[in-house]
């Protein structure tokens, strides 16, 4: 096996870029022929090969705003990375679990989202995107309104249920 520490680590930093710049041309050039994208919404949405994850990576970068990396760790093939940003009006934080390829290409990368209002809010936008982009206009209607009661009900309970289950101070 080849030491691929120094430019596993390079591909690392050229993948961060490319997010913060929005640049889903240059986020490809990181990427093993064969990559293999795990959504954090759903195990039943997996994309294989660069070619599906042109399409992801531009419309992604649509709808998630101002991405800024605050922590990374890892060595060898294997990194973390973790981002703030926005998806519309919600704060939104992503971790990515990133394995590299002996050529230290990104071969596979599985995503985690927080908070869940902002997870919805990107079932509402990334997916009709995703769907008009293919030509699937019918598609892209039915995913927008199958996630905005979701969407709804998530941000009314983040907002006004949720709060109300914190612990009060006690007098002490």
């Not at 970068?61 to 060898?76: C, M, Y």
């Not at 599985?110 to 995703?130: C, D, K």
């Amino acid at each position: 096996m080849l030491d691929t520490s120094h430019s596993a680590a390079a591909t690392v930093a050229r993948w961060r870029a490319a997010a913060e710049d929005a640049d889903a041309g240059a986020a490809l050039d990181c990427l093993s022929p064969d990559v293999v994208l795990t959504s954090p919404l759903t195990d039943q949405f997996r994309l294989t090969g660069s070619d599906q994850l042109r399409d992801f990576l531009t419309t992604a970068f649509t709808a998630i705003k101002g991405i800024n990396f605050h922590t990374q760790t890892g060595q060898g093939n294997t990194y973390a990375l973790a981002y703030r940003a926005r998806v519309g009006s919600q704060p939104f934080e992503e971790a990515q679990l990133l394995l590299l390829d002996d050529e230290a290409r990104i071969k596979e990368i599985t995503l985690f989202g927080r908070p869940l209002p902002a997870l919805t809010a990107l079932m509402i936008t990334l997916g009709p995107q995703l769907a008009r982009r293919q030509g699937r206009r019918g598609l892209a209607t039915l995913l927008r309104a199958s996630a905005t009661p979701v969407h709804a009900m998530v941000t009314f309970g983040d907002r006004t249920v949720v709060p109300r289950t914190r612990p009060e101070a006690r007098p002490t």
